[in-house]
């Protein structure tokens, strides 16, 4: 073939077939697509990580882990505690009271998830909603910074009243107390109600033991050591003495002034005149056992929570818990009979506080 013949010919050939075929035309190279498609993929999942998961290194362990979730619903837990034997629920209440403080200890603290729409008692407040169970907490802790509390699981007692379950256990706590920078060392026993559907319908202290104040960073010998209890068990130091009503003139107009305290946030707690001994003395020549508890054979321990005055006088009395026959009545009937009290300090000074007094008929 000619020069000329094939330069005809290749003419002919661009001018007929100017767009070839794409098995004609020269591949692209998807490499970097796939590599940019892998990558977004890996910052989609560490973004998840980040956000949503606690402990990112455990989604690639083999090793199972113990998940501690928050409960939205109790009932499944402790709302069939009329089905299950003492061993049963006694199981069930130690996974509940140990997700409750686990949940506090890693800074969580949800009211919906464990206290009912309105709570019946919260320390030493009564009535409560969620939104207000909440803000009394993060008040407490404010003046508890570096919070401890370890609960003694053996120590745990329950009693089923209707559908509630009423467990107390004893607890060892510590704690930094910025206003008065002091550390704060105690044992707390706490009465926990759990009622039917599975949520805490009462939570306050029963008793505190061992308290003890020490000046914070302090290198001098400043500990402060002050036992308190609430209960006829508790020995007192003090000389048993019986001490008759006061005549010290009751000012009403200020009886009820200034901040209510509770056992934990006073340096030196409220005390009847003489100590223990001498209020079990009081209460045994004033209580008298109800005929209809008597022929009933009803006995246990009645809990009478109220106010110690500034001034020592009592006030304010409610049935915390009672066994009924005419024994709530009764245990309120003596000790409105009481006569002054040491009242309790904080800041050196005597300040209102609210004291709980198991009562035992039997």
């Not at 709530?328 to 040491?342: C, T």
Request: aromatic share 10%.
């Amino acid at each position: 073939m000619t020069s000329s013949r094939i330069l005809k010919f290749m003419d002919q050939n661009f001018y007929t077939n100017p767009n070839p075929g794409p098995e004609n035309q020269p591949k692209a190279d998807r490499s970097l697509l796939y590599m940019g498609i892998v990558l977004g993929l890996v910052i989609l999942i560490l973004g998840y990580l980040t956000l949503f998961v606690d402990d990112a290194a455990s989604v690639f362990s083999s090793k199972e882990e113990v998940k501690l979730v928050t409960i939205e619903n109790n009932s499944d837990v402790l709302n069939e505690n009329s089905t299950m034997n003492d061993e049963e629920v006694k199981k069930s209440l130690i996974k509940f009271i140990e997700v409750f403080y686990i949940d506090q200890k890693k800074g969580y603290f949800d009211p919906p998830s464990y206290f009912p729409p309105i709570t019946r008692t919260y320390y030493n407040y009564h009535n409560l909603t969620h939104q207000r169970i909440k803000e009394i907490h993060w008040k407490r802790m404010e003046e508890r910074k570096n919070f401890d509390l370890n609960w003694i699981v053996s120590t745990l007692n329950f009693d089923r009243t209707g559908n509630e379950l009423i467990a107390s256990y004893w607890t060892s706590v510590s704690y930094f107390q910025p206003s008065r920078n002091q550390d704060v060392t105690a044992d707390i026993q706490y009465e926990m109600t759990i009622d039917g559907e599975g949520k805490i319908s009462s939570l306050r202290e029963l008793e505190i033991k061992n308290l003890v104040e020490t000046a914070h960073n302090s290198s001098m010998d400043t500990s402060r050591s002050v036992e308190t209890a609430i209960g006829p068990d508790v020995k007192s130091s003090e000389k048993e003495i019986l001490s008759g009503p006061s005549s010290e003139p009751i000012n009403e107009g200020s009886r009820y002034e200034g901040k209510l305290y509770d056992l934990g946030n006073v340096e030196l707690a409220p005390e009847y005149q003489g100590g223990q001994k001498a209020l079990l003395k009081f209460l045994a020549s004033k209580l008298k056992y109800p005929v209809r508890a008597r022929e009933n054979k009803v006995q246990g321990k009645v809990y009478i929570g109220f106010i110690v005055e500034k001034n020592g006088s009592l006030s304010d009395f409610k049935v915390v818990r009672g066994i009924g026959a005419g024994c709530d009545e009764e245990a309120i009937r003596v000790l409105k009979l009481s006569p002054i009290w040491k009242p309790g300090y904080a800041n050196g000074k005597p300040v209102r506080t609210s004291y709980t007094l198991p009562i035992a008929f039997q």
